[in-house]
Nanobody
Framework: QVPLVESGGGLVQAGGSLRLSCAAS????????MGWFRQAPGKEREFVAANSGSGTSTNHADSVKGRFTASRSNAKNTVYLQMSSLKPEDTAVYYCAAKRTYGLGASGYAYWGQGTQVTVSS
């Protein structure tokens, strides 16, 4: 088990910024690829970004590339999603997830946080 707890969501105006955090428990945090996903009302869950275990490699969905940046601190067992130039269509519940399998794509995540709401007003 890898308990994950997201924080940092909230209400922001279009064009604004937010930083989400996801804290993990355990002593082998660097063994896990960490991903970010989001789900808007009435829509399927969407992959947002992922970090390799070391943090040296990242992958961002085209819809957020250039606006969002995923990063991690293995010393703090925490991953971050810095979101800038937010748009109303970014409104969703954001989840972090973890997996031990290789790859920075959208599949294979075994552990999920409870999610944090991000609402972007126009």
């Amino acid at each position: 088990q890898v308990p994950l707890v997201e924080s940092g969501g909230g209400l922001v105006q279009a064009g604004g910024s937010l930083r989400l955090s996801c804290a993990a428990s355990g002593r082998t945090f660097s063994d896990y690829v960490m991903g970010w996903f989001r789900q808007a009302p009435g829509k399927e869950r969407e992959f947002v970004a992922a970090n390799s275990g070391s943090g040296t490699s990242t992958n961002h969905a085209d819809s957020v590339k250039g606006r969002f940046t995923a990063s991690r601190s293995n010393a703090k067992n925490t991953v971050y999603l810095q979101m800038s130039s937010l748009k109303p269509e970014d409104t969703a519940v954001y989840y972090c997830a973890a997996k031990r399998t290789y790859g920075l794509g959208a599949s294979g995540y075994a552990y999920w946080g409870q999610g944090t709401q991000v609402t972007v007003s126009s």
